[in-house]
């Protein structure tokens, strides 16, 4: 009886440590603060608006620090990955979603910046509209769409999520630009279509 003992506590000890590990997986993913008191959690990859695939200009700004990168973007129903280099096509780093948990891996970016809120702001450009909306309600924020077809700007649609009458941030997207500001964080940046 004492020689099977030993046997239980491993197998316990082993599929605790195992259950444990699935679960951080899981809980990996943390709340999107959009204001200082209102947080929205991602949408599931399913959500995408089409599949895009390429190499884009990611230009932004923080206050006054300007930075410039390439990312080659993949976004569809599987997830989003964004792989940030230099103009020599020096690796910059990574940004991977896939639902269930993101994967932020760069030198370049502060070790604070979670990879959630690149996430949140790319989901706000590329995933529905309809399911962005309803996720904001939950929130007690409001996104706000218009217009839905080509103006003579180009402007295909801007998105702007408010919290009651204030803007916090606006999203343009025009066929090869989306520009992304960000007016309570005092952020801005634009991600451009390249020819490959």
Do not use: H
């Not at 020599?88 to 030198?107: L, P, Q, R």
């Not at 399911?131 to 929130?139: G, I």
């Not at 919290?163 to 520009?179: F, P, R, Y």
């Amino acid at each position: 009886m004492r020689k099977t003992a030993p046997s239980v506590v491993l197998i316990f000890l082993l599929s605790l440590l195992i259950s444990c590990k699935s679960t951080k997986a899981v809980s990996s993913l943390r709340p999107v603060y959009i204001t200082n008191t209102k947080k929205v959690n991602l949408l599931g990859p399913s959500v995408a608006v089409g599949v895009f695939e390429g190499l884009q200009l990611l230009n932004g700004s923080f206050g006054d620090t300007g930075f410039s990168l390439m990312s080659y973007t993949q976004i569809d129903a599987t997830g989003i990955s964004l792989s940030l280099m230099n103009d020599f096509g020096t690796d910059m780093g990574n940004v991977f979603y896939d639902g269930t948990k993101v994967i932020f891996d760069s030198a370049y970016f502060p070790k604070a910046l979670p990879g959630e809120y690149i996430i949140c702001d790319i989901q706000n450009a590329y995933y529905d509209k309809a399911a962005l909306q309803e996720n904001y309600e939950t929130a007690g924020l409001r996104l706000e769409v218009w217009p839905a077809a080509v103006d003579e700007a180009g402007v295909q649609e801007i998105r702007c999520i408010y919290d009651g009458k204030k803007l916090i941030e606006e999203i343009t997207i025009l066929e090869n630009t989306i520009t992304i500001k960000n007016y309570l964080r005092g952020y801005e940046y634009n991600l451009t279509k390249l020819e490959e």
